[in-house]
């Protein structure tokens, strides 16, 4: 086990990007036979949460503390062009440093335009401010947060919940493929993995942003948001025996404020599958929800990440480590863990993802496990009192990503092969590796990602 260790802090620390001789982030992949596509090179923001989560924790603060300077200068400089249209609360998915013979370095953005689905990645701003706020917390010194360009940054956040948009619900309505999952895959809308994101993410900007007169009204905005999201989330996407019960038998079309079917789910649009896979005593929060339309997919990281931010319940927060244990095979198998469950397969899988090759079921975003997904999977159930689920999810990885060289995901229902088109040498699963053992020898550390 030390020696999985050893390799994955060799692959991290050669994962390093500088800029002007600084480090400044961690490349995405370092592909031993260069197989991986242009963009791996880049330094990904909600890669380098788990990258800077550990460097936290070893007291490497510089590193860190660059990106997180660096990634916002990389946005300010963008916003500031008279010809962007990018949303304004946007940051980029990724960036890299450039070099050009007369100008020296320089870093270069990617606000969704060069990736492959072309979608602006909503999740970046949220992952660098739940990155600041843990690294504000590790070193107990707030000047970070005091900084012009951060509190500007933080103050985008709130201006997201105070948005014209045309949305009846307290959640984030969002396209296609806008975080991790960053392929068409029927993940526009409402993904929990956005909320729980944003719901973090509020939570902690909230607590740094510089209670002013100018920024009364933001702030009334963002707690107003906080606590509509954390009721909505907690009542409409959670499902379990008894809540699946009441959809089977929802009534339909009903109008006015008092109905029970307030999304007019029609009940025939329940997918078989759920109705056996779901056990008595577990639960989880839906994959999606919106106007006649849930999504009963679970979603691994959203889940765990909506225990970890105390957005579940305790009651929900125990449920879903129930599932996770009573469907282990499904969810985690060889390797933790399932990005989600069940795989699209079908017509579903050629509607809902364009018949991408890629997200073929059971492969890749579409049902593949992802080694990255054990440091939360880790964190939630130490978070959650299930210390012995995360050591055998940790030992199961500890065992095999060394061997298969450090993949970026792995294929099949039970995720026993490496994923067909998956980078080697993935910093990470690496790093996540690193941060789940860390969590384990000392529980302290949850401290950097508060309720
Ligand atoms: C893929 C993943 C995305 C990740 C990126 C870099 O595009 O879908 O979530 O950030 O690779 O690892």
Not at 158 to 178: I, K, Q
Not at 200 to 223: C, D, F, S
Not at 344 to 367: E, F, I, Q, V
Not at 430 to 437: E, G, R, T, V
Request: aromatic fraction near 10%.
């Amino acid at each position: 086990m030390n020696a999985a260790l050893d390799e994955a802090y060799r692959l991290l620390n050669a994962s390093v990007m500088r800029y002007r001789g600084r480090p400044v982030g961690t490349i995405a992949a370092s592909d031993p036979g260069g197989l991986a596509a242009d963009n791996y090179r880049d330094c990904f923001i909600r890669d380098f949460m788990v990258s800077g989560l550990v460097f936290l924790a070893d007291d490497n603060i510089e590193i860190v503390r660059n990106f997180l300077l660096a990634s916002l200068e990389v946005t300010e400089r963008e916003h500031d062009l008279p010809e962007r249209t990018i949303h304004p609360s946007v940051m980029p998915a990724s960036f890299r440093v450039d070099c050009d013979s007369d100008a020296g370095e320089r870093l270069v953005g990617d606000f969704g335009e060069r990736a492959i689905g072309r979608v602006a990645p909503v999740d970046s701003l949220l992952w660098w401010t739940l990155l600041l706020c843990a690294t504000i917390q590790a070193y107990g010194d707030p000047t970070l947060a005091e900084r012009d360009d951060v509190q500007r940054n933080l103050k985008r956040l709130l201006a997201l919940c105070a948005n014209d948009a045309f949305e009846v619900y307290p959640t984030l309505m969002v396209p296609d493929g806008s975080f991790m999952v960053d392929r068409r895959m029927g993940v526009y809308g409402h993904p929990l993995e956005i909320q729980s994101l944003l719901y973090g993410a509020l939570r902690r900007a909230l607590h740094y942003v510089e209670k002013t007169p100018e920024n009364q009204r933001l702030i009334a905005v963002g707690e107003d948001r906080l606590r509509r999201l954390r009721d909505y989330l907690r009542r409409f996407y959670w499902l379990d025996l008894q809540r699946l019960g009441e959809i089977h038998r929802f009534p339909t079309e009903e109008l006015g404020e008092t109905g029970a079917n307030a999304f007019n789910i029609h009940p025939e649009s329940v997918p078989d599958w759920v109705t056996e896979w779901l056990p008595d005593e577990a639960g989880y929060l839906v994959g999606n929800l919106g106007p006649g339309r849930m999504d009963f997919r679970f979603f691994s990281q959203g889940n765990l990440l909506a225990i970890l931010f105390g957005l579940a319940t305790d009651q929900q927060a125990a449920r879903i480590m129930s599932l996770i244990e009573a469907r282990w095979p499904d969810l985690v198998g060889a390797m933790p863990l399932k990005l989600c469950y069940p795989a699209l397969s079908g017509d579903a899988w050629r509607l809902l993802t364009g018949s991408d090759p890629k997200n073929t079921p059971w492969c890749y975003h579409n049902g593949g496990n992802w080694p990255v997904l054990l440091w939360t999977l880790v964190a939630a159930a130490l978070k959650s009192g299930h210390r012995a689920l995360a050591e055998r999810a940790f030992a199961l990885a500890a065992q095999r990503l060394p061997g298969d060289q450090w993949p970026e995901y792995y294929d099949g229902r039970r995720g026993r092969l490496i994923g067909r088109r998956a980078n080697l040498h993935q910093t990470w699963s690496a790093a996540a590796l690193i941060l789940a053992h860390k969590l384990l020898e000392d529980p302290a550390l949850l401290s950097l990602l508060p309720e």
